[in-house]
């Protein structure tokens, strides 16, 4: 073994041993060498070296971070899919899970709902104020499709720093980024169409499918590098595919991010085919280590990406202000949302405007993703101390939830009933596919107030199994 492996690993056993904790910065290559008898050079090599297994995260003129604690447990297995498209059906089981999240009598890692805690609630409550004092007028009428200038001038400003080539005109904004999928299904699909979609993939997807009446065709993703595109050539050249849906970044509920490289192979093997990509970019601006990552929406040149965000896991879930941006199809995008609701509702338009107009956001998200690692790698010790052995977890670049395995032949649909007679709910593998492939899994939300009670209700279900 080197010297540099030496110090590597001298390093990631202080880490594991919480000396130097997610989020924090390690001492400087310098000190380092002079703490551990080495040259800069061999501190550096190590340093490098701990930033390839995932453990350090390198920031520009600031030094070294650690990014999360090492793995002690397995990545879940990709698994196989059903080689043809399927029917959804089944999906209005969701409804009882996301009504968990308003039960105060349960501890909540099932609806992929940050807490409070993690958003800028006393700034946005500044920026309703401005806006109600400031435009009262305007707050209580209608702000019809395309939206608020001010807002979509916003989002422009920011796709275009993400080298995304979109105007004030070419955004709309919707209800929130479901909608403004639905809506990209809309324009792109009729009923009995099939739609490519990773697998395991995001429920509420799946609920839109069912809701219009499409196939789900599932391409089988890792937990680490996305969706395969090697599965997906082979079914874009058997089936007739006239969308597929991915969330490029920070995939739910795997929290797998593909690479810029598979970004650009992924664009050119739907160009070849002429399917469009509706791209759900939720989570872009939520990684747990690294550069924020650009979404394919970048590289597209002739409008094959329906691009879709929106301010939920960011800003506030309550605000219900997403965006769309449609391609060619603008003003046909514009007419659906209008006969869906009518109108997002201004006073949430404008305060999101002036809260992106004081030049804070950038700022709250370096803390944010901050709190999410530590969430994250807070959520990944206790379930590796409390589940049995042979547990899979999945280790999310970006995001704030976690996929997770169980050994043997435990049915979570079964485990989910029996855990909410304890008071904790959860997302059971099943949803998350039109097949049963998933039965052993479930998704766990990290980003929760950590406290006794939510210690005690993991425990219980740790307990169940």
């Known amino acids: 073994m080197t010297l540099y492996h030496q110090l590597a690993d001298q390093l990631q056993a202080l880490i594991e041993k919480r000396v130097y904790d997610v989020g924090q910065r390690l001492p400087g290559v310098r000190r ?24 350090l995260e390198a920031r520009p003129r600031s030094g070294y971070y650690v990014s999360r604690p090492p793995a002690r447990f397995d990545a879940p297995r990709m698994r196989r899919t ?34 409070p805690d993690f958003m800028p609630v006393t700034a946005i409550e500044r920026a309703f104020h401005s806006v109600l004092r400031e435009q009262r007028r305007r707050c209580v009428g209608y702000e019809f499709p395309p939206g608020a ?21 070419q955004v709309l904004i919707t209800n929130s980024c479901q909608e403004a999928v639905t809506i990209a299904l809309k324009l792109l699909t009729k009923p009995g169409d099939t739609v490519v979609v990773e697998s395991p993939t995001y429920y509420g997807l799946l609920q839109v499918l069912e809701s219009l009446g499409l196939k789900a065709l599932e391409i089988p993703s890792d937990p680490r590098q996305g969706i395969s595109l090697e599965a997906l050539a082979v079914a874009l050249e058997r089936w007739p595919v006239k969308a597929c849906v991915l ?39 939520l990684p747990l280590f690294g550069p924020r990552p650009r979404p ?22 309550g605000l219900r202000v997403g965006w769309l941006v449609p391609g060619g199809q603008q003003r046909r995008a514009e007419y659906l949302q209008f006969i869906n609701t009518v ?10 405007a002036r809260y992106l107009e004081r030049g804070h956001y950038d700022r709250f998200l370096r803390q944010l993703r901050g709190e999410h690692a530590k969430a994250v790698a807070r959520m990944t010790s206790r379930v590796e101390q409390l589940f049995p052995d042979g547990t899979r977890i999945s280790r999310p670049a970006g995001g704030f939830v976690l996929w997770v395995e169980l050994p043997g032949q435990i049915d979570t649909t079964v485990l989910a009933e029996q855990a909410l007679q304890e008071g904790v709910s959860f ?23 950590w406290d006794n009670r939510v210690e005690k209700g993991l425990a219980r279900l740790a307990a169940l199994l």
Request: glycine share 4%.
């Open 149 to 169: 200038l001010e807002l979509r001038q916003a989002i422009a400003r920011r796709l275009v720093a993400l080298q995304c080539p979109v105007s004030p005109d």
């Open 427 to 449: 997302a059971p593998g099943s949803l998350f596919s039109t097949g049963n492939k998933f039965s052993s899994c479930l998704r766990l939300n990290c980003a929760v107030r």
């Open 82 to 115: 059903t080689t043809r498209p399927r029917a959804v059906s089944g999906q209005d089981r969701v409804l009882e899970l996301i009504q968990a999240v308003n039960d105060p009598s349960l501890v909540n890692f099932g609806a992929a709902v940050p807490d």
């Open 343 to 352: 109108s997002v509702a201004t006073a949430s338009q404008l305060a999101m």
């Open 247 to 285: 969330v490029t970044n920070f995939a739910n509920p795997l929290g797998s991010c593909l690479s810029d490289q598979d970004k650009q192979a992924l664009l050119s093997l739907l160009s070849q085919h002429r399917v469009p990509l509706v791209e759900d970019d939720i989570y872009g601006d």
């Open 296 to 317: 394919v929406k970048s590289w597209d040149r002739d409008g094959l990406v329906y691009y879709c965000a929106s301010s939920s896991k960011t800003l506030s879930a």
């Open 32 to 55: 380092l060498s002079h703490q551990h008898n080495v040259s800069v050079a061999t501190a550096v090599s190590a340093c490098r070296e701990l930033e390839q297994r995932g453990v």
